[in-house]
Nanobody, 125 residues
């Protein structure tokens, strides 16, 4: 059973940085598509960044050049390094894992992936 636990969220000022972590267990982590989603109050859930089972990466346009997704297969841990944070990055951030039978896309990870409980990121101006 997919089990994901996010950590690393917090409150920062605009321009600051945070590093999110997601500890994974209960499934063959290195073979799954994995990624980060976010949802702000009143807004739809959005795929932020993902790593396909083949190691390819995808980012939503609004975070390109600012966020970096990475994973450590030995530790079964996913990371999201977030730099140059903006108030519009404020949201609950979730990590998600998607079975490799799905075609990898941020939308697929966001829609069909198993998610953790999330960690809150708040960016003040």
């Amino acid at each position: 059973q997919v089990h994901l636990v996010e950590s690393g969220g917090g409150s920062v000022q605009a321009g600051g940085s945070l590093r999110l972590s997601c500890a994974a267990s209960g499934f063959p982590y290195s073979y799954y598509h994995i990624g980060w989603l976010r949802q702000a109050p009143g807004k739809e859930r959005e795929g932020v960044a993902g790593i396909g089972s083949d190691g390819s990466t995808k980012y939503t346009d609004s975070v390109k050049g600012r966020f970096t997704i990475s994973k450590d297969n030995a530790k079964n841990t996913l990371y999201l390094q977030m730099n140059s944070l903006k108030p519009e990055d404020t949201a609950m951030y979730y990590c998600a894992a998607l079975h490799p039978s799905f075609l990898f896309s941020l939308e697929a990870v966001s829609t069909f992936g198993n998610r953790g409980q999330g960690t809150q990121v708040t960016v003040s101006s």
